[in-house]
């Protein structure tokens, strides 16, 4: 049974930045691609960005709205991603969830319901 756990969420202020961090356990997850969610309230569930690992190395993908600003990372090692968030903007604010699937990077905005995911972390970006 794979479990993912987020933490390092909370609050900031505009400008400010936050880390996230995802930790699996039940299974090594290096041949999986990982990634992050987020759902502000009242709003659908929003691609972040995604990080798959290979012999030539990591491949990311990254929505447009984040771009620049936030960067995924992964150690394989110990089994986490990271999401690494710069330049917060109220609009952030959401709830941010880990999951886990063997798709693509570049498919992995079209997780739905498949694959593995955390509990979910809150990011709130005040003004």
């Known amino acids: 049974q794979v479990q993912l756990v987020e933490s390092g969420g909370g609050l900031v202020q505009a400008g400010g930045s936050l880390r996230l961090s995802c930790a699996a356990s039940?299974?090594?997850?290096?041949?999986?691609?990982m990634g992050w969610f987020r759902q502000a309230p009242g709003k659908e569930r929003e691609f972040v960005g995604a990080i798959s690992w290979s012999w030539t190395g990591a491949s990311t993908n990254y929505a447009d709205s984040i771009k620049g600003r936030f960067t995924i990372s992964r150690d394989n090692a110990k089994n986490t991603v990271y999401l690494q968030m710069n330049s917060l903007k109220p609009e952030d604010t959401a709830v941010y969830y880990c999951a886990a699937d063997i798709r693509s990077v570049y498919d992995f905005p079209t997780l739905g319901r498949s694959g593995y995911w955390g509990q979910g972390t809150q990011v709130t970006v005040s003004s």
């Open positions: 039940g299974r090594t997850l290096s041949a999986y691609t």
